[in-house]
Structures are given as structure tokens and as C-alpha cells.
């Protein structure tokens, strides 16, 4: 395993699946967050999608790769090979690893995945969630695929592998020369897993401030009244 240096997203964990055929495509949610702090992270990011597809999404999905600086890849059930080529020619030789996210509820795509080079990350459906998740976190890992609940759990998922390599701590996700990695916490997942994997807490607390009470005469340090997660944090 290496570091992440390319992530491949399925449309499978892009789009939801559950749109009315009548109406036009939607996006998962918080899939935009992702996508944004993707753009970010400095490692090359594609969307992937089946040739079996309809027209409706194929284009909000090229629309998707456009507006975020994205590469749109046709990742055929019966040609892998073929689409490991296809990014090896925009890539390059990335020397790394590459992520592979996809849903479980592709589950019958992965033999054809066990024999390539990826490293699979599997965002389970809901009410899927297993009980063997690692302590202090959502997410788990075996040899060939690496779990998650929810989509929002990824950026610390990579930094976690990418800790592992580095031996340090990820925005940007990618490892600087000196192996500093910048991790974005979310006050959408527990904070105490994301801790676990950090040393030094960057933050704008204004950012988190819900009201000041003016006509208070006491310290005005506590006259500020904060978020539930940024109190957290600060606990």
C-alpha cells in the first residue's frame, strides 16, 4: 500500500439512486462537500460510470468533472483492464495508489476488481453498517477493500492511509515534501476517531459562533455562545 495519489469515484456513490425517472438526476447528499475538498486535496480525481448509464447522468457527470477540474472515465464491467489504461494515459505513472470508491450496492463488480491494483473503498448502504468497525471509527479495513458508512468519512479515510505511509499526520490530503498532511475535520462525524489521527487543531472559531450576549458584564470570553460541535472541540 501507498500513498494516494488518485481517487476514482463510481457514480455509485456520486448520483442517488433513488430519483424519480421522470425527474432529472440528483446528487447524493454531501456529495458536493466531497467533491470540493477533492479539488482541493491536490490528488488527481476522476468520476467513473458503466456504459449501461443513461444519457441524463452521463451528462450531469461530465458536467461534475468540469466544473471541479475532474477526468470522466468510462469504466466498463467487462473491460477493467481497459479503464486502468485509459487513466494510466492522464495519469501517468502515479506511483502510488489509486482509490477506487464505489458503492455496495455494486457488490457483484467486485470479483472483477479483486485483481487489479486498487485499493477498494466501499461506502455501505443504509442500515448496511457492519459491527466490525475498527475502534474509534467508522471505518474498517481486511486485505483487499476498506470500508465506510458515509460518504463524509473518506477525506480522513485517505489520511489515515496516507499517515500509515508517511508517518505523519492531510489538507492537502497528498503529503507535502516534508510529509505534512492537513486533515479536514466535520462536526458531521464523531470528533474523537478524527482526533486520533491529527496533532495540532487549526481553527476558525468565529466561524462557530452562534451569539454574543452584549449586555453581559462578565469575562467576554464567556458572553460568546458556540456551536454543539465547536464546544466539542473544545472539550
Known amino acids: 500500500m501507498g500513498v494516494v495519489v488518485g481517487v476514482i469515484l463510481d457514480e455509485s456513490v456520486v448520483l442517488a439512486s433513488d430519483s424519480p425517472q421522470h425527474e432529472n438526476p440528483s446528487l447524493l447528499p454531501l456529495a458536493d462537500s466531497l467533491l470540493r ?7 488527481p480525481t476522476g468520476i467513473s460510470y458503466d456504459l449501461g448509464l443513461s444519457d441524463d447522468k452521463v451528462s450531469l457527470l461530465k458536467r461534475l468533472a468540469t466544473l471541479y477540474s ?3 472515465f468510462i469504466l466498463n464491467t467487462s473491460s477493467v483492464d481497459d479503464a486502468k489504461n485509459e487513466i494510466m494515459l492522464a ?6 495508489s489509486i482509490l477506487y470508491v464505489v458503492s455496495d450496492k455494486k457488490k457483484k463488480f467486485f470479483p472483477k476488481l479483486s485483481n487489479c491494483s486498487w485499493l477498494i473503498v466501499v461506502l455501505r448502504s443504509l442500515g448496511q453498517e457492519s459491527a466490525d468497525v475498527t ?27 496516507n499517515r ?24 458531521e462525524l464523531p470528533l474523537s476517531p478524527q482526533l ?12 462557530e459562533i452562534k451569539s454574543i450576549e452584549l449586555k453581559s458584564r462578565t469575562n467576554f470570553s464567556n458572553r460568546i455562545v458556540y456551536t454543539s460541535g465547536m464546544q466539542d472541540l473544545q472539550r
Open 70 to 72: 475532474f477526468d470522466c
Open 37 to 43: 475538498k477533492l479539488r482541493h486535496s491536490k490528488i
Open 164 to 187: 500509515k505511509v508517511s508517518k505523519r499526520g492531510a489538507f492537502p490530503l497528498y503529503p507535502t515534501q516534508n510529509g505534512l498532511i492537513f486533515m479536514p475535520l466535520t462536526f
Open 135 to 161: 475502534e474509534g471509527g467508522s471505518s474498517c479495513e481486511n486485505s483487499s477493500m476498506i470500508f465506510i458508512n458515509k460518504l463524509e468519512e473518506l477525506p480522513s479515510t485517505i489520511c489515515h492511509i
Open 196 to 207: 486520533q489521527e491529527i496533532d495540532i487543531v487549526l481553527h476558525k472559531a468565529t466561524d
Open 91 to 96: 495519469w501517468g505513472d502515479t506511483g502510488g
